[in-house]
């Protein structure tokens, strides 16, 4: 397959965009990273480092349980506005932090003549994030690995990384 597809998984392509949002789901997608990049521009840029699941593998019997092709990704929001978000749990360090698992991403055009910058929403299961953005990109820096857990061990993914290439 060209531009880094990959026939095991079915991922087409190893860069995808907001044309290709309704082809695309992050849901229970793990987030390991966050960041807020100023350019050279007015509009900073979110970058995300997260686990996307490609595809979902129902059990064969006598098996079980689902397995999952996952990729480490970086997903990247471009002029970024208006952030706002809400993280629960224990933070205070003594337990434990709760995952960022995504539950839903979100797009909404609003009524208010900026159509140009939809706001963005990712709901999580102990999270939230809104913003508006002009757009993102989601590069797959690995090519899918089939696994038992919807998330790669941590020495598997490369670690926590906002690399904005796609493997080939």
Known sequence: MDNGGHQGSGLAKSAW???DFDEMGWHDANI?????????????RLLLDLDYIVRWVRPVPPATHF???????????ADVWDLEGDLEGDL???GTIPDLEIDGLHRL?????RQDL??????????ELKF????????????????????????????CAFTEVGFN
């Open 17 to 19: 965009s907001d044309a």
């Open 32 to 44: 390991h990273g966050l960041s807020v990049q100023a350019t050279d521009d007015i509009l900073p």
């Open 132 to 159: 508006r953005a002009s757009g993102y990109c989601q590069y797959f820096r690995q090519a899918p690995t089939l696994i038992s857990r919807r998330a790669l061990p941590f020495t598997e993914r490369g670690g």
């Open 92 to 94: 205070d360090f003594k």
């Open 118 to 127: 939809p706001l963005w929403h990712i709901e999580g299961h102990a999270f």
């Open 67 to 77: 397995s999952f092709w996952v990729s480490p990704a970086t997903l990247v929001f």
């Open 109 to 113: 055009v609003l009524d208010d003549g």
